[in-house]
């Protein structure tokens, strides 16, 4: 059964960080793209950070890029992703979600990816 199993959620406050992280399972994933996404209440979701099968190009949109650092470890037939924030502000404040895309390709669109988690909240006061 594949599992995309979130946790590292939390109430924070602004300034502070937090690190989600990600385990993938069911499946090999490790030559799976795997991605961030978020969606705050009444938003559409939105891709937040993205990292290839190697590992070796993370992207990020431009509203983290500098606060957010993804990573990802493959061992064996788990895989690991991880979303360490950093400087939260409010306007971070949604429910996050781990994705791997279906196959290598990677991208911010989230049509590309098949494997969804059931998310984990993040809360940022100010």
């Known amino acids: 059964q594949v599992q995309l199993v979130e946790s590292g959620g939390g109430l924070v406050q602004a300034g502070g960080s937090l690190r989600l992280s990600c385990a993938a399972s069911?499946?090999?994933?490790?030559?799976?793209?795997m991605a961030w996404f978020r969606q705050a209440p009444g938003k559409e979701r939105e891709f937040v950070a993205g990292i290839s099968w190697t590992g070796g190009r993370p992207f990020y949109a431009g509203s983290v890029n500098g606060r957010f650092t993804i990573a990802r470890d493959n061992v064996k037939n788990t895989v690991t992703v991880s979303l360490q924030m950093n400087l939260l502000k409010p306007e971070d404040t949604a429910r996050y979600y781990c994705a791997a895309s279906a196959d290598e390709k990677s991208g911010r669109w989230d049509g590309l990816y098949y494997y969804w988690g059931q998310g984990t909240q993040v809360t940022v006061s100010s």
């Open positions: 069911g499946r090999t994933f490790s030559r799976n793209a």
